[in-house]
């Protein structure tokens, strides 16, 4: 029990500092580490692992709704990322610039992507004549780099991995259609996957991305309160395809420009994960995502038939499930279990001598703690069928943090009352007026994280100017 305490100290106490529990999470469980270029960490394997459990599974879902990937150039030059202006101007303080090649001073500046909104166009351009040829449905899997000042690992890096669909339609409807139609892929990924529940909704045109007619979100809370947006959808109309004439001979024979969406998950959603499920033990991994399913744990390994049985029971497990079996001799059992309940493994598998005599087996969960015994010969279908309660039970968690962290506000001083008291989403009218919008933010430090779907009448007035109001908004701090 002395070293279970000891293992457990090397975290902070979530209550206590929830950015150094998620730093210490983040290092302990063996997901990522600093480099020595500022800004910028090194994902390591069982975090990288996490990220290719949701790439293949929203990957999957691009597919099934007529998505290919394709792959584009990592420099952009300064003349191209310049011919939209709204979208320039939003990223201009995050490019970084490539000035020379080959030890010679290049003619122009290449910035290396911040996004690939404009070197998409641009091919989209060339592939493009006819309303024959559309829609073009691409999405890429690849790194992008944006100079962020403040950093923190998964949240906020310079360097980070992500998808970014780019499509091009004939019609503004059937653009439209497509943007929400993404919107809903994510928020499956979100809850389905990540059994974290979403709020989905439109951005202020004050929050929505550079060069956007609108965007679309979907909005996650974490433990202690605070926002983070996890994925966004976005219709640009013909922002892009005017300037970079991206046009098409349409049904009639004339000339005219195609209608665009983009949208994009990063890495961002591994820290999601780490801050909506984890605990004072570390991190908790919902089954869908998690790497490593279950564990199996020998009890008093060096005693006879115990790694047999073990090794055994690992080799039926595996066919259906990712498994994994600690028979590591250099590490005490205490140890190991605290090491795997610190890397969220959802089930321990306990296996010793009398459970071996016995024909059963341990199962530990590692969302609540508690323990059944399993005969061996239902094992392989138990462990199914609580890894699947397991999934509801972590979703359900969630959820219930989020109703409990959402209040209604009808003055501004509640709303900073209410987050003050209770940090999470804060519900109010709104008139559509930014100048209210920005009032908010400026007082309570909370911007607006969308107008949602689902709109609740709450109110006649605005809460900061007291005129007309007919849409409900959310507040929020965020990461």
């Not at 007529?66 to 952009?76: D, E, K, R, W």
């Not at 998964?154 to 059937?174: A, D, M, N, V």
């Not at 100017?465 to 701090?477: E, F």
Request: proline share 4%; with cysteine.
């Amino acid at each position: 029990m002395g070293k279970k305490q000891e293992f457990v100290k090397e975290i902070t106490n979530i209550e206590d500092d929830f950015a150094q529990w998620y730093t210490d999470v983040v290092r302990k469980a063996d997901l990522a580490d600093y480099t020595d270029m500022k800004g910028f960490v090194a994902i390591k394997p069982y975090g990288y692992a996490i990220w290719e459990n949701i790439q293949n599974y929203a990957d999957t879902k691009f597919k099934e709704v007529g998505i290919t990937n394709l792959y584009m150039p990592v420099l952009i030059p300064k003349s191209m990322l310049q011919k939209e202006k709204d979208h320039v101007e939003g990223f201009a303080p995050e490019v970084a610039w490539v000035t020379i090649g080959g030890g010679e001073e290049l003619e122009e500046k290449y910035c290396i992507r911040p996004t690939s909104e404009t070197i998409m166009s641009t091919m989209y351009a060339k592939w493009i004549n006819s309303w024959r040829d559309l829609p073009i449905l691409g999405n890429q899997w690849c790194n992008v780099l944006r100079w962020e000042k403040e950093t923190r690992p998964f949240l906020r890096s310079r360097e980070f991995l992500w998808q970014e669909g780019h499509t091009i339609h004939e019609t503004e409807k059937e653009a439209k259609e497509r943007t929400l139609m993404m919107l809903d892929i994510y928020a499956d990924v979100i809850e389905n996957l990540l059994a974290i529940p979403v709020l989905k909704g439109i951005k202020t045109q004050k929050e929505q991305f550079a060069g956007a007619d609108s965007t679309y979100t979907v909005e996650t809370l974490m433990h202690d309160g605070r926002a983070l947006q996890a994925g966004t959808s976005h219709y640009f109309g013909q922002n892009f395809t005017k300037p970079f004439e991206v046009k098409f001979q349409n049904r009639e024979g004339k000339e005219e420009y195609a209608y665009q969406t983009s949208w994009g998950i990063t890495t961002r959603l591994i820290g999601t994960v780490i801050m909506a499920h984890g605990d004072n033990r570390g991190l908790k991994l919902p089954p869908k995502v998690a790497p490593i399913q279950a564990v199996i744990v020998p009890i008093a390994q060096h005693k006879e038939g115990v790694l047999e049985n073990a090794n055994k029971l690992f080799d039926e497990l595996r066919e259906d499930y990712r498994i994994k079996l600690d028979d590591r001799d250099n590490y005490s059992t205490g140890f190991k279990f605290n090491d795997w309940e610190m890397r969220g493994v959802p089930v321990r598998i306990e296996m010793g001598p009398k459970d071996i005599e016995n024909n059963v087996a341990v199962l530990v969960r590692r969302d609540n703690g508690e323990k059944e015994k399993v005969e061996l010969k239902n094992l392989k279908t138990r462990l199914g069928e609580l890894l699947e309660e397991i999934q509801i039970s972590m979703f359900k968690s969630c959820e219930k943090i989020r109703e409990e962290r959402t209040t209604i506000a009808y003055t501004l001083d509640e709303i900073m009352k209410n987050l003050e008291e209770n940090q999470g989403y804060v519900k109010t009218m709104w008139c559509g007026d930014v100048a209210c919008e920005d009032k908010v933010k400026e007082v309570t430090g909370a911007p607006s994280r969308c107008i949602p779907f689902k709109q609740e009448h709450l109110a006649d007035v605005c809460p900061v100017c007291g005129k007309k109001a007919d849409k409900m908004i959310v507040w929020g701090r965020q990461y």
